[in-house]
Structures are given as structure tokens and as C-alpha cells.
């Protein structure tokens, strides 16, 4: 269908200043498990 992906990254990189460290440690600990990985994944497309 011509969808590519341009960037994809989490929440806590895209504004690592809108969570405390304590929730940054958190979701880090968290991506140590497969299925928590992809959880909170912003995603650009283009077409």
C-alpha cells in the first residue's frame, strides 16, 4: 500500500522532561520484558 515507517520511538524519549525519573526507571526496567517493549511506541508513517 505504498506506508513506510519514517521514526519510531517512545513516549519517555520524545519528552523525557514530562516524567519524573522514577516513572523514566520504570519504563526502562519494563522494555527489559518482549511484551512490555513496544507498549508505548509513537510511530511517523508516511504514505
Known amino acids: 500500500m505504498g506506508l513506510q515507517v519514517v521514526n519510531a520511538c517512545s513516549l519517555v524519549q520524545l519528552y ?4 519524573p525519573w522514577q516513572w523514566q526507571l520504570l519504563f526502562r ?4 520484558f ?3 517493549r513496544n507498549t508505548y511506541l509513537v510511530v ?3 504514505l
Open 34 to 36: 518482549s511484551y512490555c
Open 16 to 19: 523525557p522532561e514530562r516524567w
Open 29 to 32: 526496567v519494563l522494555t527489559l
Open 44 to 46: 511517523e508513517n508516511k
